[in-house]
Every structure is written in C-alpha cells, then in structure tokens.
C-alpha cells in the first residue's frame, strides 16, 4: 500500500490513504515557528491520527459487504467520496470476521505490509526533521540579535 496514491483492492473497491492533514500540520508548524503541534508525534502509530482515507470507487458495495459496522457519518462521507478519519475506516473492518470477506482481509494485509509500515517511518522522519529545523531556529535566533549589536 502506498501512501497518496490510488489503490484498487480485488474487489474493485479503489482508495486513497492521505498524509494531506500531516503535511499541512508541518506546513503550518514550520510558518509559524511552532512545535507543541508536532510534539504529540513520538512513534508511527501517533501519525495515524493523521491519515485519512478516501474510497474512490466501489463505495456502495463496500457498505454492503460492512453494513453492520458503518455508521451513518462514515456512510455518508464513503458515497460522497469524502475523506474518513484513517481509525475510523479501519473499524469497519473486524480481523476475526474477515477470513470470509476480501476487502477486510486484504485491507489488514496491506496495512500490516512492510512496505505501509515503511513509509510511516518517512512521514515520521520528515517530522522529526521538520523539529529539529525548528529547534535549531529557537537557539540561533538570540545570537542573531547578538550580531547585530
């Protein structure tokens, strides 16, 4: 599963995980010289709050298959094509129940994939980086001050 691109599942259900709120909180962090916001963010699992997922196709047959699970909310937002919080979409998705469902069982498997889990650690170093950079700003800018004495 990559991050930010369209993935179709074999049920033809096509999705898209989003970094798009992560990316915009360190934007903004970084324009305003802020880092209580950035701070939260210790470990991959921290950024989840972060994600969110959009289902570009196959909505409706997707809330067939987990009618039980779906709130009205998600539902809406699902047909729609709107953005779900990333939680949100995975507790649609029941691992005890899924051997009989093809979206539930691959979904698991991409998210457990190496390759998800790897470019978590990407966003997380971006962040980290992102930080650090702000913390370097906080301790030069009174030498700076000093220079121009």
Not at 86 to 114: K, M, Q, T, V
Not at 121 to 127: D, E, F, G, H, T
Request: proline share 3%.
């Amino acid at each position: 599963m990559y991050l930010d691109k369209i993935y179709t599942l074999q049920t033809g259900v096509s999705l898209k995980i989003s970094t798009l709120a992560l990316q915009e909180l360190i934007a903004n962090a970084m324009s305003r010289q802020e880092l209580p916001e950035l701070e939260s963010i210790h470990c991959t699992a921290d950024l989840y709050t972060y994600l969110s997922v959009a289902v570009h196709e196959g909505a409706e047959d997707l809330i067939k298959r987990r009618c039980r699970w779906v709130n009205n909310e998600i539902k809406a937002d699902l047909i729609a094509g709107r953005p779900v919080s990333f939680s949100g979409f995975c507790n649609l998705f029941w691992r005890n129940l899924d051997e009989d469902d093809p979206d539930g069982d691959e979904w698991h498997r991409l998210i457990a994939n190496d390759r998800f889990h790897s470019q978590l650690v990407v966003l997380l170093n971006k962040l980290r980086i992102a930080k650090r950079n702000l913390q370097q700003d906080r301790e030069t800018v009174p030498d700076r001050y000093l220079e121009s004495a």
